[in-house]
């Protein structure tokens, strides 16, 4: 188990599990103060970490609050954070700025990975990965979960990643720096609101416990960095693929034409997507974290 940094503060909950040697699943902020409108985002985070315990691990919602990063935060801090109408969005290149400022802040897929590592958790869920951005050519978008991925030895479970991206060059950067990507019980690589984003996963594996011996067969191998998980979104909330694509091309239009650019750009196609939908989009993202969630205390605890 690393030593702990002074810079993180480890809930009782979470400390206790670690002492124990409990499974722990990691779970980003960036969902509840980002992906969601409130109060459903509070509603959601509540329900996603009890749906942890029910798997028979102990959930770690990470978040930097005042300057320090919080493994595990208490439902007040939680609420407060749900409630905050802007707060910063931490990736790799923030996090250091709001510890070192006293800053409030909400991590992303790649600062929560850093952040779990570093308390020494294996597993983390979330909705879906960033990764590169349609339109690279011209705006060299790229997420910096990517990158975490390849160095960051964390097991990612998601519903893939976000449809809304270039999802051929995406799968292409994971093959790249070696990240293992596997399907949950699929063939076909889900594309976060869709179960099929047309591509095939690269691995498929159909048991939490296959997917613990993968991951211990990595570390034994002392490889870099993590592995993703694709779960698909539950059968019947899914937005079919070519529905969805057509919502996606629109919504990014709007986004180019108002001028919206770097961090901004995920959360306003979030919410250009959920006016075009109708809400649908909202109730597709709630049920694909839940799965997420459920599959990663089930990995976590085959790998405890």
Same mark, same amino acid.
């Given at each position: 188990?690393?030593?702990?940094?002074?810079?993180?503060?480890?809930?009782?909950?979470?400390?206790?599990?670690? &002492?124990? *040697?409990?499974?722990?699943?990691?779970?980003?902020?960036?969902?509840?103060?980002?992906?969601?409108?409130?109060?459903?985002?509070?509603?959601?985070?509540?329900?996603? &970490?009890?749906?942890?315990?029910?798997? #028979?691990?102990?959930?770690?919602?990470?978040?930097?609050?005042?300057?320090?990063?919080?493994?595990?935060?208490?439902?007040?801090?939680?609420?407060?954070?749900?409630?905050?109408?802007?707060?910063?969005?931490?990736?790799?290149?923030?996090?250091?700025?709001?510890?070192?400022?006293?800053?409030? #802040?909400?991590?992303?897929?790649?600062?929560?990975?850093?952040?779990?590592?570093?308390?020494?958790?294996?597993?983390?869920?979330?909705?879906?990965?960033?990764?590169?951005?349609? *339109?690279?050519?011209?705006?060299?978008?790229?997420?910096?979960?990517?990158? &975490?991925?390849?160095?960051?030895?964390?097991?990612?479970?998601?519903?893939?990643?976000?449809?809304?991206?270039?999802?051929?060059?995406?799968?292409?950067?994971?093959?790249?720096?070696?990240?293992?990507?596997?399907?949950?019980?699929?063939?076909?690589?889900?594309?976060?609101?869709?179960?099929?984003?047309?591509?095939?996963?690269?691995?498929?594996?159909? %048991?939490?416990?296959?997917?613990?011996?993968?991951?211990?067969?990595?570390?034994?191998?002392?490889?870099?960095?993590?592995?993703?998980?694709?779960?698909?979104?539950?059968?019947?909330?899914?937005?079919?693929?070519?529905?969805?694509?057509?919502?996606?091309?629109?919504?990014?239009?709007?986004?180019?034409?108002?001028?919206?650019?770097?961090? %901004?750009?995920?959360?306003?196609?979030?919410?250009?997507?959920?006016?075009?939908?109708?809400?649908?989009?909202?109730?597709?993202?709630?049920?694909?974290? &839940?799965?997420?969630?459920?599959?990663?205390?089930?990995?976590?605890?085959?790998?405890?």
């Amino acid at each position: 188990m690393p030593e702990l940094s002074p810079d993180l503060v480890l809930s009782d909950e979470v400390a206790a599990a670690r &002492e124990a *040697g409990r499974p722990i699943v990691a779970l980003e902020s960036t969902i509840v103060t980002h992906g969601m409108p409130h109060p459903r985002n509070l509603e959601t985070a509540a329900r996603v &970490e009890a749906i942890v315990r029910a798997a #028979g691990a102990t959930p770690a919602t990470i978040a930097v609050i005042a300057g320090r990063i919080h493994v595990g935060i208490s439902p007040e801090a939680l609420a407060a954070l749900a409630a905050k109408p802007k707060i910063l969005k931490l990736s790799r290149a923030d996090l250091p700025f709001a510890v070192a400022t006293g800053a409030d #802040g909400a991590t992303t897929v790649a600062a929560t990975m850093i952040c779990a590592a570093r308390a020494g958790i294996r597993v983390f869920a979330t909705g879906g990965i960033g990764g590169v951005h349609r *339109g690279v050519e011209e705006t060299m978008d790229v997420s910096a979960d990517l990158e &975490e991925l390849a160095r960051t030895p964390v097991c990612v479970v998601c519903a893939g990643a976000k449809a809304i991206l270039d999802l051929p060059r995406t799968l292409e950067a994971l093959e790249t720096r070696g990240v293992p990507v596997v399907g949950y019980r699929t063939d076909a690589f889900p594309a976060f609101w869709s179960r099929d984003s047309g591509l095939p996963a690269p691995l498929r594996l159909d %048991d939490p416990r296959a997917i613990a011996a993968l991951i211990r067969a990595k570390e034994r191998l002392a490889l870099d960095g993590g592995v993703l998980v694709a779960n698909p979104v539950p059968e019947p909330a899914e937005i079919p693929r070519a529905e969805i694509e057509a919502h996606i091309e629109a919504a990014i239009a709007q986004t180019r034409a108002a001028g919206v650019a770097a961090k %901004d750009v995920t959360p306003a196609l979030l919410s250009r997507l959920l006016a075009l939908t109708e809400g649908r989009s909202l109730e597709t993202n709630v049920a694909l974290v &839940e799965n997420n969630a459920r599959l990663a205390g089930e990995i976590a605890v085959a790998l405890g």
